[in-house]
Every structure is written in structure tokens, then in C-alpha cells.
């Protein structure tokens, strides 16, 4: 039987495009320089770097060992030239909340709030936190999943511009609690441009 860094050899890419990857690695999404893959009949995940982020995968492995498995995090299991292997965790991410009208609740995001605060306990500094690298599981506990860019040096307002976005709106009463992709994508590009009030 092939391990998962023999499958990881088997993975091609055409730059930053996925072009194939072994049947055991079941492809679950993809983001800016990494895709992850769900491995097959096991509760682990592999995160992949695009050729020109493998460097990448050493930097995040120190983060999450810094992190030391905490509970807020997905546990590291291993890491390869490229890659990571993590547990797995089953759940919806903040982002697929609001498109399915699954409340975000305001315990929710406390339990964020603890998350980034261990991280920079730990001499972190928190970045890049999106609708879609928060998750919350099947046990209803809040997940991080994506820690690379924990150690960049400038302050990023992502985070505290979702809160404020969070307690001025959503927190509303008649406030929608469900909202079609094209409309999320939508105010993420308005909000990138410094378009939005927040």
C-alpha cells in the first residue's frame, strides 16, 4: 500500500491549477497557494503547496507546532517537502453558514476571538482570518484551519473588521441570516476595494 507521501508525488500541477491527483486523495478545496485533499478512509487531511509555495509547508508545520495541537486548531500529524498532513475536520466553515442560513451565533465568535488570542500567546500574530478558514464542527466547536500566514509582520484588519461587520449588522434583528455566493463574493470585492463602511 502507497503512503501518503508516495500519493503526494502523484499530484500534478500546471503551475497554480490542479491538474490530477490519486483517487485516494479526495480533493475538498483550494486557496491561494495550497489545495487539501481529504485521504481516503481516514480522518486526516493533506494540505498540497502549489511548485512556488512549497516553502510554504515548513513555515505553517512551525506554526502549528508553536499551536501544539491545541483544540482550536487542527492537530499536525506530518510534514513532507510541499505538504502537510492534518487532522481532518468535519464541519462548514463560516462562509458556507451564511449561505446556508446556519446562524453564526455571538459564542461563535467569542470562541474565535479565544483562538487568535492563544496564537498570539504563543508569539503569533493572527492573519488573513476569512469566512472560510473559520469552521464550525459537527460537535459545535469553532476550528482555524489555515495558520500560514500567522507569522507575517503587519497587523491585518480582517478579523476585527468581520466583528465590527458582525455586532453593526448581522447581530440585527431583521437582519438576513442567509445569503446567495454571488452576494457574499460581491461585498468581499467591495470590502477589498475600502468600498464599505465598516
Same mark, same amino acid.
Given at each position: #500500500?502507497?503512503?501518503?507521501?508516495?500519493?503526494?508525488? =502523484?499530484?500534478?500541477?500546471? *503551475?497554480?491549477?490542479?491538474?490530477?491527483?490519486?483517487? %485516494?486523495? %479526495?480533493?475538498?478545496?483550494?486557496?491561494? @497557494?495550497?489545495?487539501?485533499?481529504?485521504?481516503?478512509?481516514?480522518?486526516?487531511?493533506? /494540505?498540497?503547496?502549489?511548485?512556488?509555495?512549497?516553502?510554504?509547508?515548513?513555515?505553517?508545520?512551525?506554526? +502549528?507546532?508553536?499551536? @501544539?495541537? =491545541?483544540?482550536?486548531?487542527?492537530?499536525?500529524? #506530518?510534514?513532507?517537502?510541499?505538504?502537510?498532513?492534518?487532522?481532518?475536520?468535519? *464541519?462548514?466553515?463560516?462562509?458556507?453558514?451564511?449561505?446556508?442560513?446556519?446562524?453564526?451565533?455571538?459564542? #461563535?465568535?467569542?470562541?474565535?476571538?479565544?483562538?487568535?488570542?492563544?496564537?498570539?500567546?504563543?508569539?503569533?500574530?493572527? @492573519?488573513?482570518?476569512?469566512?472560510?478558514?473559520? #469552521?464550525?464542527? /459537527?460537535?459545535?466547536?469553532?476550528?482555524?484551519?489555515?495558520?500560514?500566514?500567522?507569522?507575517?509582520?503587519?497587523?491585518? @484588519?480582517?478579523?476585527?473588521?468581520?466583528?465590527?461587520?458582525?455586532?453593526?449588522?448581522? %447581530?440585527?434583528?431583521?437582519?438576513?441570516?442567509? +445569503?446567495?455566493?454571488?452576494?457574499?463574493?460581491?461585498?468581499?470585492?467591495?470590502?477589498? /476595494?475600502?468600498?464599505?463602511?465598516?
Amino acid at each position: #500500500m502507497k503512503t501518503i507521501k508516495e500519493w503526494v508525488t =502523484h499530484i500534478d500541477f500546471n *503551475g497554480d491549477c490542479l491538474v490530477d491527483s490519486p483517487k %485516494q486523495l %479526495q480533493w475538498i478545496g483550494q486557496g491561494r @497557494s495550497a489545495v487539501v485533499f481529504k485521504v481516503e478512509d481516514t480522518n486526516h487531511a493533506v /494540505k498540497v503547496f502549489y511548485p512556488r509555495f512549497q516553502a510554504l509547508a515548513e513555515k505553517e508545520a512551525e506554526v +502549528y507546532r508553536k499551536l @501544539s495541537n =491545541h483544540d482550536f486548531f487542527p492537530r499536525l500529524i #506530518m510534514e513532507g517537502e510541499g505538504f502537510l498532513v492534518l487532522e481532518y475536520v468535519e *464541519g462548514i466553515t463560516f462562509y458556507d453558514c451564511l449561505v446556508q442560513g446556519i446562524a453564526i451565533t455571538p459564542d #461563535m465568535v467569542l470562541k474565535v476571538d479565544e483562538a487568535l488570542d492563544f496564537a498570539r500567546k504563543k508569539g503569533l500574530n493572527p @492573519s488573513d482570518i476569512h469566512l472560510k478558514n473559520m #469552521m464550525l464542527t /459537527k460537535e459545535n466547536e469553532v476550528k482555524i484551519i489555515d495558520v500560514v500566514r500567522f507569522t507575517q509582520q503587519q497587523e491585518c @484588519s480582517h478579523w476585527p473588521d468581520l466583528k465590527k461587520a458582525y455586532y453593526t449588522y448581522y %447581530q440585527r434583528r431583521f437582519f438576513p441570516k442567509k +445569503y446567495p455566493r454571488v452576494v457574499i463574493e460581491f461585498i468581499i470585492r467591495l470590502y477589498r /476595494k475600502r468600498l464599505l463602511p465598516i
